[in-house]
């Protein structure tokens, strides 16, 4: 089993910035990509980030160079670092952990219990 740890969330104001950190533990040898998703009320969980243990990222089209991902998966860390933030990026965001990769169309295998993000405006 692996379990992720979220930290770094907030109330924000339009504008402004948030860091969120994730790290993993347990099983780690079994994760080859880790990222971000988040959930909105009455909304579909939705990919925001995710790196592979190779370097390499996806990003929701939401995103538009407002936020990077900044991964360590050697030491079994996520970061993302969310710039320009928008009352619509108002959701609980999850850390989440693959054996294989993280996709726009499937869920990983791992989450995290999530974090809340509110930005007002």
């Known amino acids: 089993q692996v379990q992720l740890v979220e930290s770094g969330g907030g109330l924000v104001q339009a504008g402004g910035s948030l860091r969120l950190a994730c790290a993993a533990s347990?099983?780690?040898?079994?994760?080859?990509?880790m990222g971000w998703y988040r959930q909105a009320p009455g909304k579909q969980r939705e990919l925001v980030a995710g790196i592979t243990n190779g370097g390499s990222t996806i990003y929701g089209d939401f995103v538009k160079g407002r936020f990077t991902i900044i991964g360590d998966l050697g030491k079994n860390t996520v970061d993302l670092q969310m710039n320009s933030l928008k009352p619509d990026d108002t959701a609980v965001y999850y850390c989440a952990a693959d054996p294989v990769r993280i996709t726009i169309s499937t869920m990983p295998d791992y989450w995290g219990q999530g974090t809340q993000v509110t930005v007002s405006s």
């Open positions: 347990g099983s780690i040898f079994a994760i080859n990509a």
